[in-house]
């Protein structure tokens, strides 16, 4: 691999104390991984873009299904415990192997197609037209409810 691509690793210290390693990973070495854990097992085969595509829509069901009862939740998710983040963490893992997956075996350099996607955003949704301040938000909101009031 690059060097820009090498992994890099820490270890932080976690509640209870113990370290857990934390692996710096870009999707790039993310592709290399599962093209090689899907090839040692001859799962290829199955890797088609819509076999992939629907294990993906699966896994975001299942990252749905966390969150469905919950209402709102606080950014940081301080109300949930451990063992909530823990399993959030491992569906949102599930979408983003898949999808890394499906980028590969379209083609499609995801990294470069993300930093394109964020380019064209910030063109089509400028800071001076998007940005508000709570007076011209509440305005807007006013307005809006007049308009739409039955």
């Known amino acids: 691999m690059e060097a820009d691509s090498a992994m890099s690793s820490r270890t932080e210290g976690d509640e209870e104390g113990s370290a857990t390693e934390i692996m710096d990973i870009s999707l790039k070495d993310l592709q290399f991984k599962l093209a090689e854990f899907a090839r040692v097992r001859d799962w290829d085969q199955f890797h088609s873009p819509r076999n992939l595509l629907l294990a993906l829509v699966g896994e975001v069901g299942e ?59 910030d063109i089509k949704f400028p800071v001076e037209r998007c940005k508000i301040s709570s007076y011209m938000y509440a305005k807007a909101l006013k307005q809006h409810k007049l308009v739409n009031a039955d």
């Open 63 to 121: 990252l749905s299904e966390i969150f469905q009862w919950k209402g709102e939740v606080e950014r940081g998710l301080p109300n949930w415990n451990n063992s909530e983040k823990e399993h959030l963490g491992e569906e949102l893992s599930d979408v983003l192997l898949y999808l890394v997956r499906l980028a590969d075996i379209c083609g499609v350099d995801l990294g470069q197609a993300a930093m394109r996607k964020l380019i064209k955003n």
